[in-house]
């Protein structure tokens, strides 16, 4: 594409052309999240962010490549460039983005500590947990909720912390931890999973902590940290706007000024974040708006869209305007 | 005295020696008695009945076997699921649900194998990684054949491993270009274990050498050091430094491969391992041998590569066999780098939630492929041992 | 020339010669030491030249470093922490010290399980029974081919089926097997304790000072006096004579049922016990090996040789053979002593918080991922060295001396 | 006598009855016949010297006397104990011989005084100040004192041997045997280790001694035996044997060494 | 000669010029003196034998002939050659030493062929052919060519002495050092031994040789050197030195070999 040719302004935009692909890390495995299915391709919401912000770099959503990092040294390979985003369930925190040298380009989930424990318990409230053991995969930020809330109500509990979430929730099945403390859309999707046996598993209502999970990129590259979040942003748009991957072409003809912006029909959008005009069109017809990203990958899990609605539906998610 | 004894002797002795011409034929010889342990019978009793403590340690054992014999027959064949239906929302696996605990749920095996054997390799072109298992399986059995202990080799392992390289890589001949990142399961895991053990014995071996090298103290001080850093900290925080943290050492822009770096990480680990290893063969061999090469006027190259090395690998093939396997099992650190290996491929492939309740199956089969491996070397080194034993002892 | 040579005063001792060194390249010592700047020169430059790059790609990206966090509040959970721990006060330093502590309860007790075990095997597998010896060589061969993060995760779940707490085995009085682990009850710990704690240690003192005259009346008389009576008496009697006499206080801290878990007592958690028996359980699989080669390789002429004395088996086997089979059973069991404590990190997969989990739980709450992994390092490379210091120092004691 | 293994020992150490009997004695390794139908008789306080041709199965005879080989056919009883499974009486015949083995076997870690000393105490139950004397008084006799304190592989080949031997006399063995005790030591040793064996001999103790040096034989044998192939081809005094040899074996066997150097 | 090093070796073949000259050598092992002031001259064609008791030095000195040892003081001049710190002269000089040890140090994982084929092969860069030739017929001469394809492991100890010797050989060396080539063989293989050298003797190589056999050192020596304590104390021919020894050191040596057995 010659526009790509006098230099987008950013070094980071100007690697990933050079190298024709966008270098996304991940999970190793996270069921809706991203996982490798049987053939081997990645799948998920995180993917499908990747996926996005590639078609918006490259003007393809398939040049992307999968890294899966894991919480050790996620954001070391941020650092030092090994990847060009994190898109791993990470919760925007103050630290992490004082002491990284990153930042968050983006809220894509919004999410909340909570508790399951098995039914036999007879446990109601998370305020009944006391002295309970309670299973956590450590180096996450639910490591640090569990521990304020507890210390907030004055109880105590033992943490059985495993890295392996599969091993995880093994580990609270067999009743070695009364309770299992994670993000609640992982514990509904683990319930949903169960089958006829979700009913032995009650999620608690607590929810203890705000876990707004983002995108992070390096700081110091503005151009990008902008394409990043303004193609998240997109995704927002594209299903406020009611645009999807299937009526992405007919849209072209739509009359709405929002819509024509966002499609690139008018003005200079994508020109000003140094890309090509049509970055939005590209990511809503190869990857969908943010509904469509959610019902093939979250839904799928038995979790409900709460407040990751959009705001028009009492939900977080509130595009800012594209103009 | 003397000639009455003597007589006696030779006529208890039973068997005349007839002699010819002075020199006296071989006497006749006579067969062994039957020993006592002799018959299965016999064998047994001398083997597993001997005594009565004896006795009751193989009775207590033969009960435990066949009772966990029989428990494993049911629940891996006779009570199993084999497979699942497939629906459109994927697998149903109420079936295997149901046999939980009873049988075991082969069909998480055939659901999943082509992504725990080959990892995110393009599955339309899995049968390239296929081959390349193939291609390096028959390159050990070669190399493991005595016959072909020559020159050739060299070429066979060159020719070979460039065939691996095109095949996974692709990009030539109409393949369709495979990149390195998608790579994974069991050719990662031979990759690594090859490359990392056939690059690193011939570094052991200097590092060995340079270990033992008394005229030259500061190598000999740079190789303990190296040997006793790199032994003291865990392969993980090596692999690490070189996988994450690399491109902070080096200039901006300078970025090898990662595999490379995770390569060389594992080299770097093993030589130091295999190093000490050798070094231990080095001072087994006596002295003698040094003095006769010497002595014919060899020059340090020949002396250790022709008489030094041979005897002394020779004397550590057990100690070297425990690193290699250690190392190829090892190789599954290699996730840090972002690669699905055998092991995290298996792992992974359970993290998928309809699964995920049949780890022991999965945990199972990548057990027994790791185990056909460690043990075929094990063995092969066992023979290799004796005979070696064979053709330099009486 | 006549007898007088054999008069030492004729013979003055005099010393060596001190040889120069010649500057040319075919004096080898010359050689020597050029190629040994060359090479340290060259280690050097890749040395500084890595350092340089690092510390200015690091202030490129503006990536803070520095061990400042170590005296920050940690805020992290631990489940099992032999010195005082509390989330809301203790800072990182105190966490991480922790983890090292929690690596060296595995350590110590992994070494010393798997040194005992593993020389039984390797005893084992030399033994006249055909089942005994094939079954020692089976376990071998499985337990080493088997990648140990299997292991560990098999040996855990194993664990994790005991039954829950309230259904728990409860062989003894006081004693609870379930999947929370072993709870056997305790004394609330008093002063009295104290001072019969100080009761056995002097009583272990004697006890050893005991053996040791024992040792010194065989040796005057030729039979050894029994030395279990004194030892019970000064180990077990004396302690408890001192208890009483303080006034015995009794106060058991028996484990009890207590909301979800037990209440009081110790315990023994499945995770620390998972990760102890599985390393135990691999690593004795390569000492039987190293045991067996070592037994091996002590020449059978010294078997023959005490037998020969009409020394029985047993003393044959302690006094001759295992001492002699050390110089081939140390270095090699010196690697495995530091691969099982570096295996030791694998508790992050079954939830044990060695140093490792906790320190990767801190670099990712604090970031510094560099200075955790730099000292995640740090603290295997000490005790690692101190090991190998210490089983090179014994090595060297049992060493033969030779002319 | 076929009947009863063990003779009264109290009666055996002093009559006339035998130190040795080896009846017919057969050994296989594998299908290797070594030992073969041989029978010998040694005395109280007898000397037998043993030589042949190397392979004859010298060592193999005077290994199965101390039951380090087991042999297969025939009786061998030593000291009014015949040698069978039994290991309590295999324990009491070793003690009462000792045996000087080719290439020593002193054991390496302990010094040359807790060599010695080493069996008389955990097997005789010394008190170890009697033990250590008793082992310097041995010494002494060979010739060593000074390198009690010493270990083996710091003493040059001929005062190793003559530990092995000092080792093998602190048990106060009835019996010696010896297996090629100067097979590797210069000439001056060899007179010196020949020199204590002589002083042992004319004390009056019982010993079979395989070696080549016809002197040893010559000087201190009261019958020479010669082996081959597993057989006893012929024995005699040293006299008959070597002045006046029977068979044309023993007559090659001995023009090789006489002749020459 | 003091100080040129080398001196022309066409030259040096042909003319009387000495094979072997050691000059006020010195050595100490730490703080150990064991050569003192040792001088001596081997001519082209001499065959020397060194003897002494244990411990005397002799294996140091030849040792140092061939520079496996390293002298502090005085000069060792081979075939010409000074022996100095300079790699390549030591080199050439022990191409032209070849060297016997008393124990053998076969290379035990090369078949007998390959151990005398090695060295040729690998330093004189001689055709595989032709090394196997020449090593062949070095194998008939101390009658042992059908041993060829055997590892060392699975020969006589006679035969591996043997086979060192051919070893050495092969090299074509001018000088021969042998260290006690008999020292661990049975009388019937001493012979055999004995037997290849003498052959080899009357050839006409140089030889030095470190020996006890005094029948060998009767019948091949053209001079005997005895060496107490890291000196030479007497040198002179067979007779001189066995039937009229000067020093009482000497007398004291023979009459222990002589004596007795
Ligand atoms: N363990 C064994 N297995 C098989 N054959 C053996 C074994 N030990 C000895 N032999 C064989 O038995 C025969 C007799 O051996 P033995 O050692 O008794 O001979 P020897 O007379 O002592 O010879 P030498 O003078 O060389 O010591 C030899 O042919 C030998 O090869
Ligand atoms: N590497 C060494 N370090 C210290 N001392 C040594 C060393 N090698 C030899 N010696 C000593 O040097 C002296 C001379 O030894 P050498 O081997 O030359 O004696 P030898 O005359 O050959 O004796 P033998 O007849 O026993 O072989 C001996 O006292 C010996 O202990
Ligand atoms: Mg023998
Ligand atoms: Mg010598």
New interface residues.
């Given amino acids: 594409d010659p526009s790509w040719a006098q230099g987008s302004g950013s070094k980071t935009i100007d690697d990933i052309r050079a190298r024709g692909q966008l270098v996304c890390g991940v999970t190793a495995g996270a069921a809706g999240f991203s996982l490798p299915d049987s053939r081997g391709v990645m799948r998920g919401i995180d993917a499908d962010i990747c996926r996005a912000v590639a078609a918006a770099t490259l003007g393809e959503a398939d040049k992307v490549r999968y890294v899966p990092t894991t919480v050790t040294n996620r954001f070391t390979a941020l650092q030092s460039g090994e990847i060009d985003i994190l898109v791993r369930s990470t919760t925007w925190t103050l630290s992490r983005e004082a002491n990284l040298g990153l930042e968050f380009a983006g809220v894509y989930f919004f999410d909340g500590t909570g508790f399951m424990v098995n039914k036999s318990l007879g446990v109601k409230s998370s305020k009944e947990l006391n002295g309970a053991t309670i299973c956590i995969q450590p180096g996450t930020s639910t490591e640090l909720a569990v521990a304020d809330y507890f210390r907030e109500h004055g109880m105590k509990f033992k943490p059985i912390l495993i890295q392996d979430p599969a091993e995880t929730q093994n580990t609270f099945i067999s009743g070695r931890c009364d309770a299992y403390s994670m993000d609640i859309s992982a514990l509904a999707s683990f319930r949903f999973q169960q089958g006829p046996k979700k009913d032995d598993y009650v999620l608690l209502p607590e929810v203890i902590s705000k876990e707004p999970v983002g995108v992070m990129v390096r700081k110091g590259d503005e151009k990008f940290f902008d394409l990043v979040r303004w193609s998240m942003i997109a995704l927002l748009q594209g299903e406020e706007s009611g645009v999807t991957q299937a009526n992405v072409d007919q849209m072209l003809d739509s009359k709405d000024p929002t819509i024509r912006r966002m499609l690139g029909l008018e003005g200079d959008l994508g020109k000003a974040m140094g890309v090509d005009n049509k970055w939005a069109y590209k990511i809503l017809k190869s990857v969908g708006n943010f509904g469509e990203i959610w019902e093939r990958n979250i839904a799928p899990l038995g979790i409900s869209r709460g407040i990751n609605a959009l705001w028009t539906k009492g939900g977080l998610h509130y595009p800012p305007p594209m103009r | 005295m003397s000639q009455t004894t003597t007589a006696k002797i030779s006529e208890a002795a039973g068997d005349p020696v007839p002699s010819i011409a002075g020199i006296p034929a071989a006497p006749i010889t006579r067969a062994p008695p039957l020993a006592a342990g002799a018959g299965p019978l016999g064998w047994a009793r001398t083997n597993l009945f001997s005594s009565i403590p004896s006795t009751i340690v193989t009775l207590v054992l033969l009960i435990l076997l066949a009772r966990w014999a029989t428990e494993f027959v049911n629940w891996a064949i006779l009570h199993a699921v084999w497979s699942v239906p497939n629906t459109a929302t994927g697998p149903d696996t109420a079936a295997c649900r149901d046999a939980k605990g009873i049988g075991a749920c082969w069909a998480v095996i055939s659901e999943k194998y082509r992504f725990i054997l080959f990892g995110r390799y393009l599955y339309e072109e899995q049968w390239r990684p296929a081959i390349v298992i193939v291609l390096f399986i028959g390159l050990y059995v070669v190399s493991a054949m005595r016959q072909f202990w020559r020159k050739e080799l060299i070429l066979i392992w060159i020719t070979t491993l460039t065939v691996v390289g095109v095949l996974m890589w692709g990009g030539v001949f109409g393949l369709t270009y495979v990149p390195q990142d998608s790579w994974g399961g069991l050719p990662i895991t031979l990759i690594l274990a090859t490359f990392g053990l056939a690059c690193a014995f011939p570094l052991s071996i200097l590092v060995a050498l340079g270990r033992r090298a008394t005229n030259l103290p500061a190598i000999r001080v740079l190789c303990t050091v190296y040997v006793e850093l790199i032994r003291g900290v865990p392969l993980i925080t090596v692999l690490f430094m070189a996988s994450v943290m690399f491109p902070l050492f080096m200039p901006a822009g300078l970025n090898p491969d990662k595999l490379l770096r995770a390569q060389v990480a594992v080299i770097l680990f093993a030589a130091a391992y295999l190093a000490e290893v050798v070094r231990g063969g080095l001072q087994t061999l006596p002295k003698g041998q040094y003095e006769a090469a010497d002595a014919l006027g060899l020059g340090y190259w020949h002396k250790t590569a022709f008489i030094i090395l041979p005897q002394a690998l020779r004397l550590v093939i057990p100690p070297l066999v425990n690193t290699f396997i250690g190392f190829f099992k090892d190789t599954s650190l290699v996730l840090i780098i972002g690669l699905f290996d055998l092991l995290t491929a298996g792992k992974v492939a359970m993290a998928d939630l309809v699964w995920q309740p049949y780890s022991t199956e999965v945990y199972l089969v990548l057990a027994a492929i790791y185990f056909a491996f460690c043990y075929v070397m094990a063995r092969y080194s066992r023979g290799l041992e004796q005979g070696f034993s064979r053709s330099t002892k009486r | 020339m006549s007898g007088a040579v054999l008069d030492p005063r004729l013979h003055p001792v005099r010393a060596a010669p001190r040889k120069k060194l010649n500057f040319s390249w075919s004096d080898p010592r010359f050689r020597n030491i050029v190629w040994q700047v060359v090479i340290l020169s060259a280690v050097t430059a890749v040395a500084w030249f890595l350092i340089s790059n690092t510390n200015r790609n690091l202030e490129q990206r503006r990536i803070a470093t520095g061990f400042a966090f170590l005296s920050r509040t940690a805020g992290i959970p631990i489940g099992e922490h032999l010195i005082d721990y509390d989330p809301a006060v203790s800072t990182y330093g105190r966490a991480l010290l922790i983890g090292v502590l929690n690596t060296l309860k595995v350590a110590v007790v992994g070494v010393v399980l798997a040194t005992l075990w593993g020389t039984l095997l390797g005893i084992a597998r030399l033994s006249r029974n055909w089942l005994v010896s094939k079954l020692a060589a089976v376990y071998v061969e499985i337990i080493r081919d088997v990648p140990l993060l299997l292991q560990l995760l098999f040996w855990y779940s194993i664990l994790q089926a005991l039954p829950a707490p309230r259904q728990s085995f409860h062989p003894v009085p006081g004693v609870f097997l379930s999947n929370r682990g072993v709870k056997i009850p305790f004394v609330e710990w008093d002063e009295p304790y104290w001072w019969a704690l100080l009761a056995l240690t002097v009583g272990a003192v004697g006890t050893w000072a005991w053996s040791r005259a024992a040792t010194r009346r065989q040796e005057r008389i030729g039979t050894r006096p029994k030395v279990w009576p004194m030892a019970i008496l000064l180990m077990v009697g004396f302690p408890v004579a001192v208890w009483a006499g303080l006034g015995a206080p009794f106060v058991a801290d028996v484990p009890e049922l207590r909301g979800f878990d037990f209440n009081g007592g110790g315990t023994i958690s499945p995770e620390y016990g998972a990760l102890t028996m599985g390393l135990v359980i691999y690593t004795a699989a390569f000492i039987a090996e190293i045991v067996r080669s070592g037994i091996l390789a002590v020449p059978t002429g010294q078997w023959e040789a005490a037998a020969a004395l009409g020394v029985r088996r047993g003393i044959i086997l302690r006094k001759i053979v295992l001492p002699q089979a050390l110089r081939v059973i140390i270095p090699p069991m010196t690697s495995q002593y530091l691969n099982l404590i570096k295996n030791s990190s694998l508790a992050v997969a079954i939830g044990y918080q060695d140093i490792v989990s906790i320190a990767n739980t801190t670099l990712n709450q604090t970031g510094q991922a560099i200075e955790g992994i730099a000292m995640v390092m740090l603290v295997y490379l000490v005790i690692s060295l101190s090991i190998s210091l210490f089983m090179n120092w014994y090595n060297g004691r049992i060493a033969l001396v030779e002319r | 006598m076929s009947q009863a293994t063990t003779i009264d020992r109290a009666n055996a150490a002093t009559c006339e009855q035998p130190a040795i009997i080896l009846d017919?004695v057969?050994k296989?390794y594998?299908?290797m016949?070594v030992l073969?139908?041989v029978?010998?008789t040694v005395s109280q306080k007898e000397r037998v010297v043993v030589c042949g041709?190397?392979g004859s199965g010298k060592s193999t005879m005077i290994r199965c006397i101390?039951r380090?080989e087991m042999h297969?056919?025939g009786r061998i009883i030593v000291d009014g104990t015949e040698l069978t499974d039994d290991l309590r009486a295999l324990?009491?015949i070793?003690?009462e011989?000792?045996?000087v083995?080719q290439?020593f076997?002193?054991?390496?870690?302990l010094t040359i005084l807790e060599n010695c000393t080493?069996?008389p105490?955990?097997?005789?139950?010394?008190?170890?100040?009697?033990a250590e004397e008793l082992a310097m008084s041995y010494l002494r006799r060979v010739k060593i004192p000074e390198q009690a304190k010493?270990?083996p592989?710091?003493l040059?080949g001929?005062q190793q041997q003559r530990v092995a031997i000092a080792?093998?006399l602190c048990?106060r063995p009835k019996i010696m045997l010896f297996d090629e005790p100067t097979?590797?030591l210069?000439?001056?040793?060899?007179?010196e280790v020949?020199d204590t064996m002589i002083g042992l001999a004319e004390d009056g103790m019982t010993m079979v001694c395989v070696t080549?040096?016809?002197?040893?034989a010559?000087?201190v044998a009261d019958?020479v035996v010669f082996m081959?192939?597993?057989?006893?081809?012929?024995?005699?005094?040293p006299?008959?044997?070597f002045e006046d040899p029977?068979?044309?074996?023993l007559?090659?066997?001995l023009s090789?060494?006489l002749?020459?150097?």
């Fill in positions: 017919k057969n296989w594998g299908a016949h073969r139908d029978s010998m041709p190397s101390n380090l297969q056919e324990d009491t070793r003690r011989v000792g045996m083995f290439n076997n002193l054991f390496p870690h080493f069996a105490i955990w097997v005789r139950k010394m008190p170890k100040a009697e010493k270990y592989g710091q040059s001929g080792r093998a048990m097979s590797a210069d000439p001056e040793m060899i007179k020949l080549h040096e016809m002197g040893f010559r000087k019958r081959d192939r597993g057989e006893i081809v012929e024995a005699g005094s006299a008959s044997i029977q068979t044309d074996r007559k090659q066997f090789q060494i002749r020459g150097h």
